[in-house]
């Protein structure tokens, strides 16, 4: 039996590419601190990679692939000395690249991080550059996943359940703040025929958004563990204009909501960013060095057997799950900064 081990499983996309490994029936082992339970059929291990023997209760195994999904260069450095195994599946990232549009796997690579553990977000894309070249000079297979951006049921971050949930839940026009209030509501508070909710969204319909299932990324990574694909591999979504991405959304949600288009310059001066963090938009930056993130070319995966489902699919699945979700969303705009600049625009 194929006996495949995923660094971390408990977590988003480890786990789930645990468990579709064993529901494929493979014999799967996950390593992890233990801070959330790892998917039913998974032989859980203890171990803390932050230590430097924290993959003592795997290393005398032999394993037929190793899934990872690490930042730190210090924690490849540490599986190609300690591990055993045939192959290795490590999950990249297309932030490897030099700003760009239209990548291939061919297309020049940011310098390498030279520490150990990378300590701020602008050491991501060189981080992930040394892990590659970590794996990739370790003598033995290995799959280079340079994944976009990732989503579906589980994303903590928000960036692909922003969208439908706020499609689901407008600002209605009757929000004491909201522009409309004043003007299409009469004293008695009777909503004004025709009166639509309007969400705000970039004034850049044609921006490139690129998003992947987590499901659907996690099934190519089980896929190349055991076909031992080697090289690098843009795996990602489809390139679809953010305009059809937010009417993707609001059919997800159900919604007759309006689209309130805001041009780029006036959602700045209201103090709105891009992509993620507090008062921002997920899916779309204003940026022309990275509008080639949602146009990478992803013909080698989708030749070794990557399949992406419709990304309207996407949103509607993973709607229950912001509105199940208790810990903050790390994007989007909140009901009162959502009023604040409709109000404001």
């Not at 970039?202 to 490139?208: E, I, L, Q, R, S």
Request: proline share 9%.
């Amino acid at each position: 039996m194929t006996r495949i081990l995923v660094l971390g499983g408990t977590a988003f996309l480890g786990r789930e590419v645990a468990r579709q490994a064993v529901t494929a029936g493979y014999d799967v082992t996950c390593l992890a601190r233990g801070s959330a339970p790892p998917p039913e059929g998974v032989m859980f291990v203890a171990g803390d990679r932050d230590e430097d023997d924290g993959l003592h209760a795997v290393a005398g195994h032999r394993w037929d692939a190793v899934v990872d999904v690490t930042l730190h260069p210090v924690h490849v450095h540490r599986a190609v000395r300690d591990l055993e195994t045939d192959h290795w599946v490590f999950v990249s990232t297309a932030n490897v690249y030099e700003p760009g549009a239209g990548l291939d796997e061919s297309a020049p690579l940011l310098e390498p991080f030279t520490g150990e553990r990378m300590s701020a977000m602008e050491e991501y894309g060189p981080a992930k550059v040394a892990c590659e070249e970590a794996y990739r000079q370790s003598g033995r297979t290995a799959t280079i996943a340079r994944a976009g951006l990732i989503g579906g049921p589980g994303d903590v971050s928000g960036r692909s359940g922003y969208w439908p949930w706020r499609f689901a839940h407008p600002v209605h026009p009757g929000h004491p703040m909201h522009p409309m209030h004043h003007h299409e509501y009469g004293e008695a508070g009777q909503r004004a025929e025709g009166a639509l909710p309007e969400v705000v969204v970039p004034d850049d319909p044609d921006y490139p958004t690129a998003l992947i299932d987590v499901r659907d990324l996690a099934g190519w990574l089980v896929r190349a563990a055991t076909e031992k694909l080697d090289g690098a591999y843009n795996v990602t979504g489809p390139t679809v204009p953010l305009g059809q991405a937010l009417a993707a959304a609001a059919e997800a949600a159900g919604s007759r909501a309006r689209p309130r288009p805001i041009p780029p310059a006036r959602l700045a001066e209201l103090g709105v960013s891009g992509w993620m963090g507090p008062a921002s938009l997920p899916l779309w930056i204003d940026d022309p060095a990275l509008r080639g993130f949602g146009t990478l070319d992803t013909r080698r995966a989708v030749g070794s057997g990557l399949v992406t489902r419709p990304l309207v699919e996407t949103f509607r699945d993973v709607l229950p799950f912001e509105e199940a979700r208790q810990d903050p969303r790390r994007c989007g705009l909140d009901d009162a900064d959502e009023a604040r600049v409709l109000r404001e625009a």
